[in-house]
């Protein structure tokens, strides 16, 4: 059922913006790039709006927000932690750091995708530092995991705010806050093939891994009784959260909210089981970020907002409303 | 399956926590671990389960080195009950009970009728059937015990060990944990608050105190008043239970209590 809504999403999300286009119409073009048909009942203008414009940025959302909502989901098993997100370890934080180097001194070595490629070093760097400071005796413990990550985090963030002080034109400062708010907007193409086929190897994983991430989430010695390799285990996950995480942040800045919030939503209708949790998460998350993007688009037109504006101002309400009306979860009928 | 722990030592900056502790199980032998708070007890068992890698010393399971073992392999052959299971995520009793099954599925590998068949069972055992669908977090401090003994029970091997498993249990279900895996047949290494408990159910008692083993044998052996004095440094008296003929400890304090 998730899998029709999240069509549906896409087609809508498509056919929504300045230019309103049929959905059937939306599906033939598509058809015909698909299958390489030549013409149609349709004009050159919507075929390069639904082609080249919308449908890539559609799926980059959708490809974003599931990254985003598996990730966060591991993130969480990852440090046994309910307020982890993709970005606790400082991976954000240090793709910011690369990003805004290339905003504001054009270091535009490699082109185009000059912003995305320093996004990634700086994520992976950011990655580097955390799995190196945190390890104790080839240990890692979620607390120092977690409080590794987030020193790091306000470091990087001091050199990214730092920079952003010295920078001298303003609108290179506007570019950078779009950019640090987190968008889909850049979307082509050329920028869906590495996060689309990151996150199916990604997910893949930790599908496979889902049932000793239930072990992990049930207690440190629990899983170890459970025959959980724990310390390898999680940097395991670790490895393949941050390299989602770096491709995440690579295309689409930090989009925030998603990550955090989307798992919670998820469990209070599937639990905590991964083999459930994840793939839902996925497809909501999915769905999730296409409609948010289609707000950020549409809301203050002609201009556009960025969607990591959106997510908490949408998603926030929402989960708090479903928190309400699900009073036993989170602890609700502990005593 | 039996049990060899051989001169295992443990320290934490220095301080022997276990020092050079020998201890063995026989196969179906319940063999009970007694000592005061800090004594040791946990921290063996650790050693046991794999939580912790002894500083020196052999552990060995049916001869087999478990230092040698992967843990999951440690974990198709020894089940644990701990305390307390903390945990900030919402699971269902079932899906509690289910992860007992973890060590013996592979990646691929669905739930299957047999896995499904283990699980209903092992929450029949500990009466827990209709709570299967409960939040693990609605029930009470005994249920969840239950549960996480359930779960031990799913993981279906020979060897089982204890940690304060009738804690938070009322003297029912102290009576009935106990009584339930007594009936199961396996070696089981329990580590046990109450003394009587232990006289009441285990094959041979080990006194731990300080780090080391200070008496071993039959409980009527180990339970005597001058080891409970040194050990736990209070009073105690020891009478055959008029009903099973074991050793039944009456404590009382020096101030006349």
Redesign the interface.
């Known amino acids: 059922m998730l899998v029709i809504a999240l069509l549906a999403s896409m087609t809508a999300a498509v056919t929504i913006g300045p230019v309103a286009i049929n959905p059937v119409v939306v599906w033939k073009i598509i058809g015909a790039h698909v299958l390489a048909i030549d013409g149609g009942d349709w004009s050159n203008a919507h075929d390069n709006i639904v082609w080249l414009i919308r449908l890539p940025r559609v799926l980059l959302a959708g490809v974003i927000g599931a990254s985003l909502s598996v990730v966060g989901a591991a993130m969480q098993a990852t440090v046994r932690n309910p307020v982890a997100d993709p970005y606790i370890l400082g991976l954000s934080s240090g793709a910011s750091v690369g990003a805004v180097l290339v905003i504001l001194f054009g270091l535009n070595v490699f082109g185009l995708y000059s912003l995305s490629i320093a996004a990634f070093l700086g994520a992976l760097g950011a990655f580097a530092i955390v799995f190196m400071l945190a390890q104790h005796r080839g240990r890692l413990t979620p607390v120092r995991l977690i409080l590794v990550g987030v020193a790091a985090s306000y470091v990087f963030s001091s050199v990214t705010s730092f920079l952003i002080f010295r920078a001298q034109e303003s609108r290179q400062v506007q570019a950078v806050l779009f950019w640090l708010a987190g968008s889909v907007a850049g979307a082509e193409w050329g920028f869906l093939t590495i996060p689309a086929v990151v996150l199916a190897m990604g997910t893949g994983f930790l599908m496979l891994q889902a049932r000793a991430m239930n072990g992990l989430i049930a207690g440190e010695e629990t899983a170890v009784t459970l025959g959980i390799n724990t310390s390898r285990f999680r940097k395991q996950l670790m490895a393949v959260a941050s390299l989602l995480t770096g491709v995440i942040v690579a295309v689409a800045g930090s989009i925030g909210f998603v990550g955090l919030l989307m798992p919670h939503a998820v469990r209070l209708f599937v639990g905590s089981d991964h083999r459930r949790l994840l793939p839902v998460a996925m497809l909501a998350g999915a769905i999730f970020l296409i409609w948010v993007d289609v707000i950020a688009r549409i809301v203050v037109q002609p201009q556009e907002l960025p969607i990591g504006v959106i997510t908490a101002i949408v998603g926030g309400p929402v989960f708090l409303l479903l928190m309400r009306k699900h009073s036993q979860a989170f602890g609700g009928g502990r005593t | 399956m039996r049990l060899d722990v051989e001169q295992v030592t443990w320290e934490v900056e220095a301080k022997k926590i276990l020092n050079e502790v020998t201890l063995s199980a026989d196969d179906d032998e319940f063999v009970g671990l007694i000592g005061p708070n800090g004594s040791g007890k946990s921290s063996l068992l ?1 050693c046991i ?3 912790l890698r002894p500083d020196a010393g052999l552990i060995s399971i049916d001869g087999g080195d478990i230092a040698q073992m ?7 052959k ?3 009950v ?1 305390q307390e ?8 009793v079932e ?2 009970v289910f ?2 099954r ?2 013996h ?1 592979g ?2 590998d669905r739930e299957t009728d047999e896995d499904r068949r283990i699980v209903a069972e092992s929450l029949e055992r500990v009466g827990m059937t209709e709570f299967a669908g409960r ?1 693990f ?2 029930l009470s401090g005994g249920e969840k015990q239950r549960v996480i003994v359930a779960r031990a029970l799913a ?1 279906q091997t020979r060897f089982l060990v204890l940690d304060e498993p009738t804690n938070h249990l009322d003297i029912k279900f102290q009576i009935g944990i106990l009584d339930l895996v007594k009936g199961l047949h396996v070696t089981t290494l329990a580590a046990l608050h109450d003394l009587n408990l232990a006289a009441s159910y285990c094959d041979r008692i080990y006194a731990i105190s300080e780090g080391k083993i200070v008496a071993s044998g039959a409980p009527e052996q180990v339970l005597r008043p001058e080891l409970i004095r040194s050990i736990y440094g209070i009073g105690a008296i020891v009478q055959p239970h008029p009903k099973t003929g074991r050793p039944h400890l009456l404590f009382y304090s020096d101030n006349g209590h």
């Open positions: 650790r389960y794999r939580s992967t843990i999951r392999d440690s974990a198709r020894t089940a644990v701990l299971t903390p945990s900030e995520f919402d699971f269902q899906e509690i992860m007992g973890t060590p599925k990646l691929l939040n977090w609605t993981q």
